[in-house]
Each structure stands twice: as structure tokens, then as C-alpha cells.
């Protein structure tokens, strides 16, 4: 693997000793955004991530399916595993073509088991149930989890998407290492009650689609370059309804960078690193020119009085449409069922 002059800084996860890259790296787009792109592509691009110091890899079993968790197994051989701090996530699935949440212990076991065959590697270093499964105590699903510490199969436990009760009451039978949320310029709610809770409990935040999935990078040449296959064509926030004020959104967030000498993705990303040393965002990125790009912006400072420009155009209110369609607004997590219900079945 080539050397690069620069490294990626790195931080501490969460309270349990996880030790990560101060940004990672999504493999998620390389397998799920269509079209999925080219293994030895994908595995060159993971190499060079490597290399510039972003150790920090994160993928999912639903992520093709399965197809970007065997990319990865690809790309952890020759002794690149041991480089790595390897997250993935168990939880979401397609039951006769339609999705699936599930925390049953028979379930976590087997998915893990899975995920550890595909990826080829002994023990899994962050493993997050993707998305809670509103029908199974969460002291269940967590329950399972630290049977799998136990056993050497995971090293920590994290949670992605998962409500504040939800948290508190996971991390009251196991640790959790980090929460994994959507949190960007233009998605903020995150902000009332999930990260203060996990800033309470001292759990690790990594912040998913940093870059609002291309369109805070791009704004409108996003759709043009979508496939009529991707899945962000159903985004409600690229709906037409949405889009103009979005657009408008997108433009106040490109004029500040470009005030400031940096590209707009490189500025949504020092947003989120500005937010301290406990947040990690996970841009993805299927090209090295974007990756390089994107690691500058450990290097790009901010002031008080930009943060709180930026702040101003992604207020509640500026930005339109829900993060997601419909059908997963239903996945929300609010709240699991008491552990007693579990016990008496
Ligand atoms: N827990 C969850 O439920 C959940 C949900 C979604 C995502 N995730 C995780 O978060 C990771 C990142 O999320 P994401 O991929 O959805 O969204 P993202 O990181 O916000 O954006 C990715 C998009 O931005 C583009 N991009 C990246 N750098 C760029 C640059 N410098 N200039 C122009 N375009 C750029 C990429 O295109 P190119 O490929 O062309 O660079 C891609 O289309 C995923 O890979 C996945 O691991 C987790």
C-alpha cells in the first residue's frame, strides 16, 4: 500500500478504550447505491483510505445484501485487518423482497455468525444493531450482544438510529461504545435529546451521511447523476416539492465555502468535527479524488461566528422533507417493550 504524507488524526470512541480514526470511511454506496461499483476499484480505494490513516471502516449485513460486507472481507486480507477498526451492523433485512427488523437472540447470533464468515475475520471490533426491533425488549437484544462479548465475537456494542430511552436502557445491561445517527448540516434533530443523552452516558456519536448523501457535496448535480436505480431518487428531501428550497439551502452552504477556500463538502465536514472530539462522520465515498478531499476537512478551521452562519441556513424549518420515504418513518424507534413482557411469554 502507497505511503501518504499526511494522517488522519485519530480519537477515542465511546468509554470502553475503542480507539478510531477521527473520520471514516462509508463503504455502504461502493455496494448499495446503484450501480455497485467495481471490487478492485473498491478495494484500492479502502487500501489508500488505510494508508492516509482513516481506519475506521463501516459497513452493514443489508448493505447489497451481504455484497459490501464480502467486499470488505476482500479488502481485509494481507494483514490490512489488523490495520482497521471494523464496524458492522446486524438488524435490517428483506423477508420476500420486503424489509424486516429484527432483535430476537436467535436472530443476533445467527447474523453475527453471518457477518463474521463474510468479512472472514474472529471478532467483529463495533457491532450496532441497525435499527431497533420495536417488538423485542432492548434488554434482549442487548442481552445477546454481551453473551457475543463475552464469547470473543464482538469487541463493543453500538446502536444506530435508536431513540434516547432506548439508549439508557441498552447501556444499563452493557456499555454501549457508540450511537450511530444521522446528523449533518440538514439533519439536526438529533441535537434535542440523542446526543445529549449520549454525551451523559459517555457513548461515542458517529455521524451518518455527513454530506446529506451527495447533495450538501453537489446540491442539484446530484439527481442529474443519479441512476434511475438509486435508491436516493425516493428521498423526500430530492422530491420536487423539496427541492427548490433545499437547493437554496445548498447554495448559502456553497457560497460560505467558497469565502472560505474549501469545497462544500469539506466544509459540512468540519461542521461536524467542530462538534467535538467524541463525533465521528463517516462520509462515503466510492472515488479517491473525493476521499482525499474529504480527509482535508480534519484540517479546515471554523469559527464561532461560522458555525453559527451555517447554523442559521439549516435551522429547523429551512431545510424540507424527512430524512426518509414513508415506509421507514415506520422503523422509528420510540420505545421497547418492558423486559417483563419478554420474561412472562
Ligand atoms: N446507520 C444507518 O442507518 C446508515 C444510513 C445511511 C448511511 N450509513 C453509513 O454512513 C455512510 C455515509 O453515508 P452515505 O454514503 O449515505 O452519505 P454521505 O456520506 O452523506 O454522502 C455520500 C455521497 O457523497 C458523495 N461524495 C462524497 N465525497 C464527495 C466529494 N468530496 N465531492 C462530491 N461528492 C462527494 C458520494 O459520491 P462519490 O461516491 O461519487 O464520491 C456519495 O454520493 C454509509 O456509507 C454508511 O456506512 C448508515
Not at 427488523?101 to 445467527?110: C, F, K, N, Q, S
Not at 465475537?153 to 444499563?172: C, F, N, P, Q, V
Not at 446540491?219 to 428550497?245: F, V
Request: hydrophobic residues 35%; contains cysteine.
Amino acid at each position: 500500500m502507497a505511503a501518504t504524507p499526511v494522517k488522519a488524526p485519530r480519537i477515542k470512541l465511546g468509554s470502553q478504550g475503542l480507539e478510531v480514526s477521527a473520520q471514516g470511511l462509508g463503504c455502504m454506496g461502493m455496494s448499495f447505491y446503484d450501480p455497485p461499483k467495481p471490487e478492485p476499484d473498491m478495494i484500492a480505494l479502502i487500501h489508500h483510505a488505510v494508508a492516509a490513516g482513516v481506519t475506521f471502516l463501516d459497513t452493514s449485513d443489508i448493505y447489497g445484501p451481504h455484497t459490501n460486507e464480502i467486499l470488505l472481507g476482500k479488502a481485509l486480507q494481507g494483514g490490512v485487518r489488523e490495520m482497521v477498526e471494523l464496524a458492522t451492523k446486524f438488524g435490517r433485512l428483506f423477508v420476500d423482497g420486503k424489509p424486516e427488523i429484527r432483535g430476537d437472540p436467535a436472530y443476533v447470533r445467527a447474523a453475527c455468525e453471518a457477518s463474521l464468515r463474510r468479512l472472514g475475520i474472529d471478532c467483529i471490533d463495533l457491532y450496532y444493531q441497525h435499527r431497533v426491533d420495536k417488538r423485542v425488549p432492548i434488554e434482549v437484544t442487548i442481552g445477546e450482544l454481551k453473551k457475543l462479548v463475552e464469547e470473543g465475537k464482538i469487541k463493543y456494542i453500538g446502536l444506530s438510529e435508536a431513540s434516547a430511552s432506548t439508549i439508557r436502557r441498552a447501556h444499563a445491561v452493557h456499555p454501549i461504545t457508540a450511537v450511530q445517527l444521522e446528523w449533518s448540516l440538514w439533519s439536526r434533530d438529533v441535537e434535542e435529546d440523542i446526543i445529549p443523552t449520549c454525551r451523559e452516558l459517555g457513548i461515542g456519536i458517529v455521524a451518518y451521511s455527513p454530506l446529506g448523501r451527495g447533495f450538501l457535496s453537489s446540491g442539484p448535480k446530484l439527481i442529474d447523476s443519479l441512476s434511475a436505480k438509486d435508491l436516493r431518487r425516493n428521498m423526500p428531501r430530492l422530491q420536487s416539492e423539496n427541492l427548490d428550497k433545499n437547493i437554496k439551502v445548498f447554495e448559502r452552504i456553497n457560497a460560505v465555502a467558497t469565502k472560505k477556500g474549501c469545497t462544500p463538502s469539506q466544509l459540512a465536514l468540519a461542521w461536524i468535527h467542530h462538534q467535538g472530539n467524541d463525533v465521528c462522520p463517516i462520509p462515503g465515498t466510492t472515488k479517491v479524488d473525493n476521499f482525499k478531499q474529504n480527509v482535508g476537512a480534519l484540517f479546515v478551521k471554523l469559527t464561532p461566528d461560522e458555525m453559527a452562519e451555517l447554523e442559521s441556513y439549516t435551522a429547523a424549518g429551512e431545510v424540507q422533507g424527512d430524512r426518509y420515504p414513508t415506509i421507514a418513518n415506520t422503523w422509528k424507534d420510540s420505545e421497547t417493550p418492558p423486559l417483563s413482557s419478554w420474561k412472562s411469554k
